[in-house]
C-alpha cells in the first residue's frame, strides 16, 4: 500500500454522466481505494455542455472547453477535489489555478470501425462507393476522406450507445469509435477493424484518461500519481505540446502516433484539410525527458510544410458556419 499524509477527509471525484465516463471515473475509484484503503472515495457527477448539445455538430460548437468545463468549475469551487476526463477531451491549455496531475496507463488508442449486420463481411477497404460512415470527428473525417474518397461521411452524435443503435437501424454502413472506449464497455466484440496508424492517426492523448486537479493541492496531487503511467505521461507530453504548438482543438484535423522504445520517443503526426485533398505528415524522435521540446519542434516543422495555411483554412471555414 502507498503511505500518504492525508486527513481522513472524504475526497470528491468529478465525472461526466455518459456512461463511458462513469466507468473511467469508478475505475479510478476502485484503483486509488487500493492504494489508500483509509481514505474515503466518493463520486459526483456533472453534465457538461457537450452532453447536453446533441443535435449540433462539435465542429460547430467551437467550445475546447465541451466536456470539462462544469468539472473544472467544480474544482475551482472546491465542490470536488479532482476530475476524471478522457485525455483527449481535456483542452491542452487549462484555466488558472487547474493542472493535468496524473496520466494513467493508455490503452491501445487506436480508432476502430464498427459495421451493422448487413456489412458484416466488409473492412474500409472493400465497403461499397457511396457507404455512409459515421463520425463527429473531423480529425477522422479528413484522413478517411484522404484515403477513400468514394464514402460517404455523415456526423454522429450522443453516446457509444446510441450511436450503435443508430447504426444497427442502418442510418449508417459502419461508424467510427475509439478502441480504447469500446474496451472499456466490454464492447470488444463490436470492434470490426483497427484502423491501422497509416490510415489514421489517432486523437491526442486518445486512450488515456487524464486526471486534472487544483495547481498546489499536493495531498490530492500525492494521491492521484498513484495511478501516474510514466510512458503514457510522456506521450502525453509531446503529443499535448504539438497541439498546443499547433493551437488546436477538437475542431482541427491532427493526428499523432506515439511510440518509446530504447529510451527514443518517436511522434508522428498530420494535419489534413476538411476535405482530405492536403495533408502534411512528419516524424520526429529524441529523449522520452525531452518529450515536450519534440512535439513543439515537430509542430514547427509541420507549419513549414504548410500546415499553417491548412489549419487557417479550417478556422476561417469553421467561424463561416
Given at each position: 500500500?502507498?503511505?500518504?499524509?492525508?486527513?481522513?477527509?472524504?475526497?470528491?471525484?468529478?465525472?461526466?454522466?455518459?456512461?463511458?465516463?462513469?466507468?473511467?471515473?469508478?475505475?479510478?475509484?476502485?484503483?486509488?481505494?487500493?492504494?489508500?484503503?483509509?481514505?474515503?472515495?466518493?463520486?459526483?457527477?456533472?453534465?457538461?455542455?457537450?452532453?447536453?448539445?446533441?443535435?449540433?455538430?462539435?465542429?460547430?460548437?467551437?467550445?475546447?472547453?465541451?466536456?470539462?468545463?462544469?468539472?473544472?468549475?467544480?474544482?475551482?469551487?472546491?465542490?470536488?477535489?479532482?476530475?476524471?476526463?478522457?485525455?483527449?477531451?481535456?483542452?491542452?491549455?487549462?484555466?488558472?489555478?487547474?493542472?493535468?496531475?496524473?496520466?494513467?496507463?493508455?490503452?491501445?488508442?487506436?480508432?476502430?470501425?464498427?459495421v451493422n449486420?448487413?456489412?458484416?463481411?466488409?473492412?474500409?477497404?472493400?465497403?461499397?462507393?457511396?457507404?455512409?460512415?459515421?463520425?463527429?470527428?473531423?480529425?477522422?473525417?479528413?484522413?478517411?476522406?484522404?484515403?477513400?474518397?468514394?464514402?460517404?461521411?455523415?456526423?454522429?452524435?450522443?453516446?457509444?450507445?446510441?450511436?450503435?443503435?443508430?447504426?444497427?437501424?442502418?442510418?449508417?454502413?459502419?461508424?467510427?469509435?475509439?478502441?480504447?472506449?469500446?474496451?472499456?464497455?466490454?464492447?470488444?466484440?463490436?470492434?470490426?477493424?483497427?484502423?491501422?496508424?497509416?490510415?489514421?492517426?489517432?486523437?491526442?492523448?486518445?486512450?488515456?484518461?487524464?486526471?486534472?486537479?487544483?495547481?498546489?493541492?499536493?495531498?490530492?496531487?500525492?494521491?492521484?500519481?498513484?495511478?501516474?503511467?510514466?510512458?503514457?505521461?510522456?506521450?502525453?507530453?509531446a503529443e499535448?505540446?504539438?497541439?498546443?504548438?499547433?493551437?488546436?482543438?477538437?475542431?482541427?484535423?491532427i493526428g499523432?502516433?506515439?511510440?518509446?522504445?530504447?529510451?527514443?520517443?518517436?511522434?508522428?503526426?498530420?494535419?489534413?484539410?476538411?476535405?482530405?485533398?492536403?495533408?502534411?505528415?512528419?516524424?520526429?524522435?529524441?529523449?522520452?525527458?525531452?518529450?515536450?521540446?519534440?512535439?513543439?519542434?515537430?509542430?514547427?516543422?509541420?507549419?513549414?510544410?504548410?500546415?499553417?495555411?491548412?489549419?487557417?483554412?479550417?478556422?476561417?471555414?469553421?467561424?463561416?458556419?
Amino acid at each position: 500500500m502507498t503511505s500518504v499524509d492525508i486527513s481522513q477527509r472524504t475526497i470528491r471525484i468529478g465525472s461526466r454522466k455518459s456512461q463511458l465516463a462513469l466507468v473511467q471515473t469508478y475505475w479510478v475509484k476502485e484503483e486509488l481505494e487500493k492504494h489508500f484503503p483509509q481514505i474515503k472515495f466518493e463520486v459526483e457527477t456533472m453534465s457538461t455542455q457537450g452532453d447536453k448539445i446533441l443535435d449540433v455538430a462539435l465542429a460547430k460548437i467551437g467550445d475546447k472547453g465541451l466536456f470539462t468545463k462544469e468539472l473544472e468549475v467544480g474544482m475551482l469551487n472546491h465542490q470536488t477535489d479532482f476530475a476524471v476526463h478522457s485525455l483527449k477531451d481535456l483542452p491542452t491549455n487549462l484555466p488558472e489555478g487547474l493542472m493535468l496531475g496524473c496520466v494513467t496507463k493508455r490503452v491501445d488508442p487506436a480508432d476502430a470501425l464498427v459495421v451493422n449486420e448487413k456489412n458484416k463481411d466488409k473492412k474500409l477497404e472493400t465497403l461499397p462507393e457511396g457507404s455512409v460512415i459515421g463520425t463527429s470527428s473531423l480529425r477522422r473525417l479528413a484522413q478517411l476522406r484522404h484515403h477513400f474518397p468514394h464514402l460517404s461521411f455523415k456526423d454522429i452524435r450522443g453516446n457509444v450507445n446510441t450511436r450503435l443503435a443508430k447504426l444497427d437501424a442502418g442510418e449508417y454502413d459502419g461508424i467510427i469509435l475509439a478502441v480504447a472506449g469500446l474496451k472499456r464497455l466490454d464492447m470488444s466484440g463490436r470492434i470490426h477493424q483497427v484502423i491501422p496508424a497509416e490510415i489514421s492517426l489517432h486523437a491526442v492523448g486518445q486512450g488515456a484518461l487524464g486526471i486534472e486537479c487544483r495547481e498546489g493541492d499536493t495531498e490530492i496531487l500525492k494521491v492521484i500519481k498513484a495511478l501516474e503511467d510514466p510512458e503514457s505521461r510522456d506521450h502525453a507530453l509531446a503529443e499535448r505540446s504539438l497541439l498546443r504548438k499547433l493551437e488546436g482543438g477538437c475542431q482541427v484535423p491532427i493526428g499523432v502516433n506515439t511510440s518509446i522504445e530504447n529510451n527514443t520517443l518517436t511522434l508522428t503526426a498530420m494535419v489534413a484539410s476538411l476535405d482530405g485533398s492536403k495533408l502534411v505528415k512528419d516524424t520526429i524522435s529524441g529523449q522520452p525527458s525531452n518529450a515536450e521540446k519534440l512535439g513543439i519542434d515537430l509542430a514547427n516543422r509541420l507549419r513549414e510544410m504548410g500546415a499553417g495555411e491548412i489549419l487557417a483554412e479550417i478556422l476561417a471555414e469553421v467561424d463561416r458556419h
